[in-house]
């Protein structure tokens, strides 16, 4: 199947879920919407008539969110659907778009393209009125940007990310150490690191050798001209953004669509590992030391996993992603997208077959999901005193993750998105002789 078939397939079955889904908004006492939805054409409605979003309980997002679903106010309730659905076909279409520029095969590309656009967590968040499509478009446009040697148009977008959805800091470090001035020079498209190239060349050592060189190198003459402009455009943008809306809606704002989420707990059961201790001290004031100690082990598993694979940066962001998720004090279902719309970016590069490896870590990790929404189901609708049993599945899940990150870990062919420089390549060659 062509790329524009495959597009024109998913555009179509995402307008029959939301045609299907205002039917049974309607008819059915369960609801398809997404509860968060309401949330959001109340405060964009607040919006259009000249008041807060804020003024919407439990909304905690950038005022930018609400602006955009004006419409739904104004045109139709499922504008909103349509706008993130759009998203979600622009990430399939971006990470075509990515796969091809490094010179993968159309087949390979194709089928990449097919675990985003036809995964039922992806083409049912944007048709449920969920916001995170928006948020991996971006993220896959400046990955784009950064390809294409267009540093400044990345550095606003990813300073409007952050703005509009704060957990994409975490790929901060990694942005900036790929502009190493040894593969990328500000004002100059760099070469990538193609497809082809690295099924012909790539050994384990060599890809361990380049690895240590990157390492090496990634905190020498880190104050270039690239990632000080990158830093100032993203930080000025970030800041531009906040600035403006901290004005228009004060103090209100600033917490809830930024600090907010800092010192964020859940009572109610999630997927997070921290869920049970949430539980047992709940009413209790917390110390902001209490709410922050979680973020420790983020820390150090974020350091490590981009020291260690920074310069391979889709591989770098998708770990990153997956970790943030897996030890995240608060982790819904809609949290899996962030990291999804990474996946197709790493599998041409990896030799995990779908058949068995591949299949073991899908039913190992969607097993666990599925032990632990047996007991989320007998807590939250049958009443039962599951808590213990519940957060033990919650453990179960972390190992789950774990494990899927290390075998895919074991599987990549480690490859720099950027080639090194004649001059690089030649002194660490010298280095490793």
């Given at each position: 199947?062509?790329?524009r078939?495959?597009?024109?397939?998913?555009?179509?079955?995402?307008?029959?879920?939301?045609?299907?889904?205002?039917?049974?908004?309607?008819?059915?006492e369960?609801?398809?919407?997404?509860?968060?939805?309401?949330?959001?054409?109340?405060?964009?409605?607040?919006?259009a008539?000249?008041?807060?979003?804020?003024?919407?309980?439990?909304?905690?997002?950038?005022p930018?969110?609400?602006?955009?679903?004006?419409?739904?106010s104004?045109?139709?309730?499922?504008?909103?659907?349509?706008l993130?659905?759009a998203?979600?076909?622009?990430?399939?279409?971006?990470i075509?778009?990515?796969?091809?520029?490094?010179?993968?095969?159309?087949?390979?590309?194709?089928?990449?393209?097919?675990?985003?656009l036809?995964?039922?967590?992806?083409?049912?968040?944007?048709?449920?009125?969920?916001?995170?499509p928006?948020?991996?478009?971006?993220?896959?446009?400046?990955?784009?940007?950064?390809?294409?040697?267009?540093i400044?148009?990345?550095?606003?977008?990813?300073?409007l990310?952050?703005?509009?959805?704060?957990?994409p800091?975490?790929?901060?470090l990694?942005?900036?150490?790929?502009l190493?001035?040894?593969y990328?020079?500000?004002?100059?498209?760099?070469?990538?690191?193609?497809?082809?190239?690295?099924?012909?060349?790539?050994?384990q050592s060599s890809?361990?050798?380049?690895?240590?060189?990157?390492?090496?190198?990634?905190l020498?003459?880190?104050?270039?001209?690239?990632?000080?402009?990158?830093?100032?455009?993203?930080?000025?943008t970030?800041?531009?953004?906040?600035g403006?809306?901290?004005?228009?809606?004060g103090?209100?704002f600033l917490?809830?669509?930024?600090?907010y989420?800092?010192?964020?707990?859940?009572?109610?059961?999630?997927?997070?590992?921290?869920?049970?201790?949430?539980?047992?001290?709940?009413?209790?004031?917390?110390?902001?030391?209490?709410k922050?100690?979680?973020?420790?082990?983020?820390?150090?598993?974020?350091?490590?996993l981009?020291f260690?694979?920074?310069?391979?940066l889709?591989?770098?962001?998708?770990?990153?992603?997956?970790?943030?998720?897996?030890?995240?004090?608060?982790?819904?279902?809609?949290?899996?997208?962030?990291?999804f719309?990474?996946?197709p970016?790493?599998?041409?590069?990896?030799?995990?077959?779908?058949?068995?490896?591949?299949?073991?870590?899908i039913?190992?990790?969607?097993?666990a999901?599925?032990?632990?929404?047996?007991?989320?189901?007998?807590?939250e609708?049958?009443?039962?005193?599951?808590?213990?049993?519940?957060?033990m599945?919650?453990?179960?899940?972390?190992?789950?993750?774990?494990?899927?990150?290390i075998?895919?870990?074991?599987?990549?062919?480690?490859?720099p998105?950027f080639?090194?420089s004649?001059?690089?390549?030649?002194?660490?060659?010298?280095?490793?002789?």
């Amino acid at each position: 199947m062509k790329i524009r078939s495959l597009l024109l397939y998913s555009a179509i079955f995402r307008v029959f879920l939301i045609a299907y889904g205002e039917w049974q908004d309607t008819h059915m006492e369960v609801r398809y919407t997404d509860v968060d939805y309401f949330v959001f054409s109340d405060a964009a409605s607040l919006m259009a008539s000249g008041e807060s979003p804020y003024e919407r309980t439990t909304y905690r997002y950038s005022p930018l969110l609400a602006f955009l679903l004006i419409p739904n106010s104004i045109v139709h309730r499922s504008w909103g659907k349509l706008l993130f659905s759009a998203a979600d076909l622009l990430v399939g279409f971006f990470i075509y778009a990515i796969l091809k520029q490094r010179k993968v095969p159309e087949v390979l590309c194709t089928y990449s393209v097919m675990v985003w656009l036809l995964n039922p967590f992806t083409f049912t968040i944007g048709t449920r009125g969920n916001c995170e499509p928006i948020v991996c478009a971006v993220i896959l446009w400046i990955i784009i940007c950064l390809m294409n040697g267009n540093i400044l148009q990345a550095a606003f977008w990813y300073g409007l990310i952050v703005h509009f959805r704060i957990y994409p800091i975490i790929y901060a470090l990694p942005m900036i150490i790929v502009l190493d001035p040894n593969y990328i020079q500000f004002g100059q498209k760099p070469v990538l690191e193609y497809w082809s190239s690295v099924q012909e060349k790539i050994s384990q050592s060599s890809g361990k050798s380049t690895d240590q060189y990157a390492i090496r190198t990634a905190l020498k003459g880190i104050f270039t001209r690239a990632r000080i402009m990158f830093a100032l455009v993203s930080g000025t943008t970030f800041l531009a953004f906040t600035g403006l809306f901290f004005h228009l809606y004060g103090w209100e704002f600033l917490h809830e669509a930024l600090l907010y989420h800092l010192t964020r707990t859940d009572p109610r059961h999630n997927f997070s590992i921290y869920f049970y201790h949430i539980y047992l001290h709940c009413g209790q004031d917390l110390s902001v030391v209490e709410k922050l100690i979680s973020f420790f082990p983020q820390f150090v598993v974020q350091l490590v996993l981009i020291f260690r694979f920074s310069q391979d940066l889709p591989f770098c962001i998708f770990l990153q992603t997956v970790a943030f998720v897996a030890f995240n004090k608060v982790i819904t279902a809609q949290y899996f997208v962030w990291y999804f719309c990474l996946l197709p970016l790493i599998l041409p590069w990896s030799s995990m077959k779908l058949k068995w490896e591949g299949l073991c870590c899908i039913l190992l990790w969607m097993g666990a999901q599925a032990h632990w929404l047996m007991w989320g189901y007998l807590l939250e609708f049958k009443g039962k005193n599951v808590f213990l049993q519940l957060w033990m599945a919650s453990l179960l899940f972390l190992a789950a993750n774990t494990f899927f990150i290390i075998m895919f870990i074991r599987r990549h062919k480690y490859t720099p998105l950027f080639r090194l420089s004649e001059g690089a390549s030649s002194k660490n060659a010298k280095k490793l002789e």
